[in-house]
């Protein structure tokens, strides 16, 4: 399913659970790769599919766990991000 999957179609599907969070973790990874590639191969931008892709997370974080954990756990990446726990090589 991709966003051109009508909702007719979305809503029928059969999903497999997954076997473990583990197993679930590898097939999350496996789709996200693919979804990355795929956009950058038509031309997307990494920074746009990067800020789109925290942006969904972000909001996935939101419906789960609600603002003021969300908040608290952006301050943490915040900071991680500040101490260079996140880096990028020059010219990346």
């Known amino acids: ?20 969070d583990e197993a679930q973790r590898v097939r999350l990874f496996d789709q996200f790769n693919a979804y990355w590639v795929n956009a950058a191969s038509e031309g997307v931008p990494y920074d746009t599919i990067g800020t789109m892709s925290v942006m969904a997370a972000i909001y996935g974080i939101l419906a789960k766990y609600g603002k003021t954990t ?5 301050e943490i990446m915040a900071e991680s991000v500040r101490s260079g726990e996140f880096s990028v090589k020059p010219n990346a």
């Open 70 to 74: 969300t908040a608290e756990y952006l």
């Open 1 to 20: 399913m991709n966003a051109f999957t009508s909702a007719e179609a979305f809503a029928n599907a059969t999903i497999a659970a997954p076997v473990n």
